[in-house]
């Protein structure tokens, strides 16, 4: 039998009109975004569909935009072909998108779960305002030479490589001093391009240390469950099981590099051959042309998908 698992996405793939197809056809997928105006006090649905995009982008509220709408997704999957999480080998998300990989795999309850990325972009939000920083994109760089650029860099200030996505696929993230110098020094450090991300701070890195502090309460208030699937985090890019190593991992996740390039060789070691990614966005899907050429990849964005998910 072939081995699928369930990729959720993070922030930056959010986008006007997301999920606005398959939550106005689908019950079970409006039902996701009731639940989410109820447990935030404010019409998310209204934000995924019609924007503006300029307040989607906004770190606390793309957050719970993007798993409210991975979520409505899978339940759309649910209501239509029958998906059952337990039909899958593993499951992992980007960043924020683990809570909707926990929530995928029975760990998490949804309430809890947007509540906890309302109040993860909330303080990953503040603590952007405290200290101007941003992340930048090293296209085609190899591990090695990020690790050169972020010594050359280190002097202006915080910075540390932040996302392993994959090849050529890294981030880092830091101070904007210590940013600024990066770039100067990307080619010297055989670095060929580099591209700001447009995100509101530096998320990964030490400079979000102070957002820490709140998501720990926040997490300390909710009940995690034993996931049902096997599910990976990107602090180790290994399977955790224990619901307190998950808390303390979701903690320590802000601060800590993203290892999804790991995450995904211990799935494909794993026998896992296919790999599905709910809207928005297919960047997770896209990685996996490099990481895993052969494996299959199933995106679900429109009803068409939903219709043709098997």
């Avoid at 809570?99 to 795999?105: N, P």
Wanted: net charge neutral; proline share 5%; aromatic share 4%.
């Amino acid at each position: 039998m072939t081995k699928r698992a369930m990729l959720f996405p993070g922030q930056g793939a959010q986008h006007p009109g997301m999920g606005k197809e398959i939550v106005e056809q689908v019950p079970a997928a409006r039902r996701v975004m009731d639940v989410a105006r109820e447990v935030l006090g404010f019409d998310l649905a209204a934000l995924c569909f019609d924007g503006p995009e300029a307040e989607l982008r906004r770190t606390d509220v793309c957050q719970p935009a993007i798993l409210a709408t991975s979520a409505a997704v899978i339940e759309a999957l649910k209501a239509t072909n029958g998906l059952d999480p337990r039909q899958f080998a593993a499951t992992a998300g980007l960043s924020l998108g683990e809570y909707t990989a926990l929530w995928f795999s029975g760990s998490l309850a949804l309430e809890d779960a947007l509540r906890l990325v309302r109040r993860r972009g909330q303080a990953m939000q503040e603590a952007s305002t405290r200290q101007p920083s941003g992340m930048l994109s090293l296209v085609g760089a190899t591990r090695e030479q990020a690790a050169d650029l972020v010594r050359a860099a280190s002097g202006a200030g915080v910075i540390v490589a932040a996302n392993f996505l994959g090849p050529g696929g890294i981030a880092l993230a830091g101070d904007a001093a210590a940013i600024a110098d990066a770039e100067a020094k990307a080619k010297d450090c055989g670095v060929r391009r580099c591209v700001r991300l447009e995100v509101a701070g530096a998320f990964h890195s030490p400079l979000m240390a102070p957002a820490t502090a709140a998501l720990r309460d926040a997490l300390a208030s909710v009940t995690i469950h034993a996931p049902v699937i096997p599910f990976a985090t990107n602090v180790t890019g290994d399977f955790v099981s224990d619901p307190e190593r998950i808390r303390e991992h979701l903690a320590a996740q802000v601060t800590s590099s993203v290892l999804w390039e790991d995450t995904m060789q211990r799935f494909t070691a794993a026998g896992i051959t296919t790999f599905v990614e709910p809207a928005p966005g297919k960047v997770l899907t896209g990685l996996m042309r490099k990481l895993a050429p052969d494996a299959a990849r199933i995106n679900v964005e429109t009803m068409a998908d939903v219709g043709a998910y098997a």
